[in-house]
């Protein structure tokens, strides 16, 4: 079983293919197997590399809450680079992954090709943040409470899976058992550390504004929680792109993988072949009409 010891910690890990590295990063509801269609597509082109994030096992899973939070989920990607010996990786995220690799570029952005940051936003909304906070602290006391298989059942049918369910049962099916079969305390820690925790996307703008990575901001067009921060995103990065995939909700890179895969090699492609370019500030007149230069 390979393991790379980041941070104090041993991470579990896969790797496939060859070629550039492509680092998946899970969601919360996820693991590494959560990345399967992605990686049986993009091993054929990139080295892939798979892990699962501290307090799912076979990683390790700490006691402490306090162990875990957005900035340790940012730093343990550049800790399993390290451990790997890459310089820079193409890194792709969804949700809480998404965060992490948003984060990442941010404070590491020396050490990303690209950024795909996909279904990313959940706690963002200023005005939702306090239901977002006590929302997750009865789910952490329900996987404590309740254990791991039974709190599956409800957060599984959360408003933007259902999408996901009614697609695709048995996919559905699949994602449900493996949240189902995943640590109770890593979950209630990870929801206690990162996600009650971290920053709004919208507080982040002044920072966004500054990335210069390539990014793609990707989204389900019902996922609510992501819609606003997806477009937040897309306005403040100079160099990201922005796909929303139609009737979605937020597990699209196995709700969709198809449309998922093929959006994010475009983009793989594009950066690899440098025609991944900041935006043309003529796009930004304060016109719907009236090109630069031109007065009223």
């Known amino acids: 079983m390979p ?165 695709d049962p048995q996919g559905w099916k699949e994602f449900h058992d493996l949240l189902a079969a995943g640590s109770a305390k890593g979950h209630a820690n990870t929801l206690r550390g990162v996600q009650m925790s971290r920053p709004s996307v919208f507080e982040l703008g002044d920072r966004m504004e500054k990335l210069e990575v390539p990014t793609l901001i990707v989204t389900g067009d019902e996922d609510e929680p992501c819609l606003d921060p997806g477009i937040y995103m897309k306005r403040k990065i100079p160099t990201a792109g922005l796909v929303v995939i139609p009737k979605s909700g937020h597990t699209i890179n196995l709700e969709e993988p198809d449309l998922f895969n093929r959006a994010i090699l475009d983009f793989l492609t594009a950066v690899d072949q440098g025609r991944w370019t900041r935006r043309n500030p003529a796009s930004m007149t304060g016109s719907a009409i009236l090109p630069a230069g031109v007065k009223r």
Request: glycine content about 10%; aromatic content about 12%; charged content about 25%.
């Open 3 to 167: 393991t790379a010891d980041v941070n104090g910690i041993k991470l579990y890990y896969e790797e496939h293919g060859r070629g550039l590295p492509l680092v998946f990063v899970h969601e919360f509801a996820g693991e590494v197997r959560s990345w399967d269609p992605q990686v049986r597509f993009f091993s054929r082109r990139y080295r892939t590399i798979a892990y699962n994030a501290r307090g799912y096992p076979p990683s390790d899973v700490p006691d402490d809450w306090k162990a875990y939070s957005q900035q340790q989920a940012t730093d343990d990607i550049r800790g399993l680079l390290d451990a790997l010996r890459i310089d820079r990786a193409h890194i792709c995220g969804l949700s809480m992954g998404g965060y992490a690799t948003l984060h990442f570029g941010l404070h590491y952005p020396a050490r990303a090709l690209s950024l795909v940051v996909a279904g990313c936003g959940y706690g963002s909304v200023m005005g939702d943040r306090e239901v977002f906070r006590k929302d997750s602290e009865v789910t952490a006391q329900r996987f404590e409470k309740d254990g791991m298989a039974a709190t599956a059942e409800f957060y599984s049918r959360g408003p933007t899976r259902v999408q996901f369910m009614d697609k």
